[in-house]
DNA sequence: CTGTTAGCGCTTTCAC
DNA sequence: GTGAAAGCGCTAACAG
């Protein structure tokens, strides 16, 4: 005969203490127009009881229910896994919870997820590699949901809030690693050229070459298309077939990379001695395939953390200057990097 | 000066159709006792407005809020973010959103997460791998919680709905396949000794070297007492400098797996001409390393479906027979096998 | 078949 | 400093 467990309520609290629901409220949120005396009295209670407020009840009556969602195309891929971890940690110390919402990378999946989450469910959202573009992002805000992209697959406008990784400062400390180790034939195999995160990577490729005075060869820049392994197997044969094939291959992410390393194996040539791979992401797998990949790190769970506080401050209506934040990258040097072959 | 939209509700939708908000709710809850004349224009109405009900509000009033809190110990590790797909999606055909709820592994916080979900803002939760003994999982359920576990770690008792995979009989198709290759000492590396998956794996473990008429020789099971890579190498070390060592590996999970194949590749020995390696759990990095990784694969996803399967049924208040669900493995062969040595 | 009404548990004016 | 009361938007009896 186990009935769901009736939670004790703020009435209760309230006759429990002698004081009215009014007052339980007050001192529950912290609210300083209560007495020292009344309010110890009521903490007391309500910590004998472990009372906490009912959700539903406080999202319909304040209109904020202390969810967040959170929208990723996927959940499995280490790359959003991370971000996710670090909104949900986030969220946790301000005593918020994560609303996961995968859309497959389906536009009209995403574009209906938003809004029946803003309708009732959550006070605001991340939106993680949106598939929307600038202008339908730009009348969601206009509309009135409260939201922060993070890793912006196309350039935003202004007034759109963001969280990315320093695209293209990470590629430039790719290439100078290379350069410092003494190559001068480097390629770069791309990720979608639409994306932002190529087109930031592939301009801090070139500008490194072009501080070191070179001039990337037009043959050494591959688009892969994709961010797949598969897709960096088949650039890496490109490059590696070439008349004159580079010393060095800086790879768009891992999965490239990782792709890279096969086909250089297959080749047989050998990663770090006959060419130098370099990845970016610093996802588990760069640590699991051998050579360890020497990888340009994000701070993916720093990225779920920062667009989190900006996604609370705009709740709060807090005003501020940066929309736009760049988060530093790392590069990690680990083995399959080293001078060239001679 | 843009305001926070307010949403059409269901007063407004009522108001537009010329009926009673009583009736747009029936209509909008697929209630059956509404005209065919009355739904149609109702539907229409919504349809055009795009309204759907406030959760908060709905919550509050049916105290269903159609949340459910999934607890897992870390998002990031593939075995946890296999098992949240599965589960999300699952969820999101249902019209169900996931309360994403890492609990770090830490008893109290999960706890505290449990109790706070359970009170308005969740209907039920998943509670993946999680820290609670039997004991309190039996009261939380006394209590009136509903909630289904997924993959337990220490023995349930009967009236705790879970999911979990096919430990022993996925050990099983591990050995018996290395039986298959002609291999006869066949060590095992365990995971800690308390969890399900290790027992139920070494049982199967036992289980089929005894039907092949083979004692496991005692000093060829050794306790790794975690799921890293670290005591991976650490344990096939132990086991590799043994007088006389196996000739087959079976790590009780890929991480395991991985750190045997490096402490074989360290010594000097080649996987698989010189020792085969098996793991178990089939996540990414077991393509990615080099030898492929043979090993029994959980259906992560599947489990994740089931759990809610599972539980919305228990929300329903239907009763069904099979309380624990077994979810079959399957071994998928790689590289990282083959015939010993001679 | 449809409308009226009474809450669900909480926050928030507005008085005192 | 504290309480009374009016909803927030919806569902679920209960009438008719």
Request: net charge negative; no cysteine.
């Amino acid at each position: 005969m186990v009935s769901v467990a009736t939670r004790v309520t703020i009435r209760e609290i309230a006759d429990l203490a002698g004081v009215s629901i009014a007052t339980v409220s007050r001192v529950v949120n912290g609210r300083d127009d209560v007495s020292e005396e009344t309010r110890e009295l009521v903490q007391r209670i309500v910590r004998e009881h472990g009372y906490t407020a009912n959700r539903s009840a406080r999202g319909l009556s304040a209109g904020r229910t202390g969810l967040i969602g959170v929208l990723v195309p996927l959940v499995h891929p280490a790359y959003f896994s991370g971000i996710l971890s670090g909104a949900a940690e986030a969220l946790y110390e301000h005593d918020m919870r994560l609303v996961l919402s995968p859309t497959r990378h389906e536009h009209d999946r995403e574009v209906g997820m938003v809004d029946r989450l803003m309708h009732g469910v959550t006070d605001g959202a991340l939106l993680v590699l949106p598939e929307e573009s600038s202008d339908e992002l730009e009348r969601l805000l206009e509309q009135g949901n409260r939201f922060v992209v993070v890793d912006p697959r196309s350039p935003l406008t202004g007034s759109i809030p963001s969280v990315s990784a320093a695209h293209a400062s990470g590629a430039g400390q790719a290439v100078e690693h290379l350069l410092g180790l003494g190559h001068r034939r480097i390629a770069a195999i791309t990720g979608p050229h639409d994306w932002v995160a190529t087109e930031d990577r592939l301009r801090g490729y070139h500008a490194a070459l072009g501080s070191a005075g070179i001039m990337a060869a037009p043959e050494l820049v591959v688009d892969a298309g994709q961010w797949e392994i598969a897709a960096g197997v088949e650039a890496a044969e490109r490059l590696l077939s070439l008349p004159e094939p580079p010393t060095a291959i800086f790879a768009f992410n891992d999965n490239l990379a990782v792709g890279a390393i096969r086909a250089a194996r297959s080749r047989g040539l050998s990663v770090p001695e006959d060419l130098s791979v370099v990845g970016f992401d610093d996802v588990e797998q760069a640590t699991v395939i051998t050579p360890e990949l020497t990888t340009v790190r994000q701070p993916l769970e720093e990225m779920g953390r920062m667009a989190v506080t900006l996604l609370i401050r705009l709740l709060d209506r807090q005003r501020f200057e940066t929309l736009h934040v760049e988060l530093a990258t790392r590069l990690v040097v680990r083995d399959s990097t080293a001078p060239p072959a001679s």
